[in-house]
């Protein structure tokens, strides 16, 4: 088993392989885990989402294209509860730099999301005022485009930040005290236990409930979905989180410490 | 001009009246232009390369092993009594 780490995307991305030899496809994914950290960050001046903000119009790379489309079809499935469009309220609540940076500052008023965006194939239109924040989505399609990459050197997994992708093989992962063997599949697990500052003397955190514009009050600390790869996890937990049906297999953590597993996990 | 001088110009110009003749017909522009060979070969070799990349696609596909397939899959988990290789949390 080879193993590499590095930071990207604000958080801690691992990858393994179960391969002997695998160096130059390790450098590979790590390289294209990087490079859509480049395009997809709010945090770079340069970066394709900035412009895309900036200007409202853009003529997108295949990749930013193909997450806002994913961005947008997971808001219909899950009803509104997973939505891009909450980068303002992300914004309003103190988020307004990497996560490192955020300090303690005066709060601002919470900003609902909802707002309208389409994309017509490397087409992305935002409706005026609107502004994407694809964080959890991104890292979940880096992770699964980072697998296909290192998939040609052998069976191996890619962990984003709790954001799991895996190709082949068959994988042990430690969540919360059990242990959930995937052999096919992606993982996500999202919480406002990390990630997490004060703002205006409250708490906040970078889930936000896109029906009031704040960090979501919830009794929930954590989920963990496993779903077909891991986009749909990211974009499952999230639902999840803010309250969505439990419809495939889980963790739940609330805040008194009880854990529970859902879907049919168990 | 002296008729010596005019009976030079006079045999330049037949010369070269002449290999413009030799030229005209030495490239028989009665009988139709040629396919260039090299060019027939490249389209040739390119055709066979195109059958060769289908048959070798076909092989692929029906032996690609499952850390190779992209296509969305069912997810498959079970809870096991092992250490884990990684662990998840939020991040």
Known sequence: MTRRTFQAMGTDVELLVDAPGAERHLADAEAEFRRLDRAMTRFRGDSELRRL???GEIEASPDLARVVALALDARERTGGRFDPTVHDALVAAGYDRTFSELEDGPSSPPTPAGGGFRVDGRRIVLEPGVRLDLGGIAKGYAAERAAERLAIA???LVNAGGDIAIRGGCWPIGVEGFTLELTAGGLATTGRDRRRWRRGGREQHHLIDPATGAPARTDVLRV???AGDAVEAEVAATSL?????PGLPGVVVTDDGRTRLVGGLG | MTNHTGRLYALALALVVFFVAWAVVAARP???ASPD?????????????RRDARLVQQIVSRQRPAHLSGAAVAPSVRIV?????TITRTS
Request: proline residues 14%; hydrophobic residues 40%; glycine residues 8%.
């Open chain 2, 81 to 85: 009594n092992l250490p884990p290789l």
């Open chain 2, 30 to 32: 009665w009988q139709p």
């Open chain 1, 154 to 156: 052998g069976p191996c």
């Open chain 1, 53 to 55: 903000n900036r200007d």
């Open chain 1, 224 to 226: 963990t979905v496993v």
């Open chain 1, 241 to 245: 989180f803010l309250g969505g049906e």
């Open chain 2, 37 to 49: 060979p090299r060019l027939h070969a490249l389209a040739v070799r390119q055709a066979q390369l």
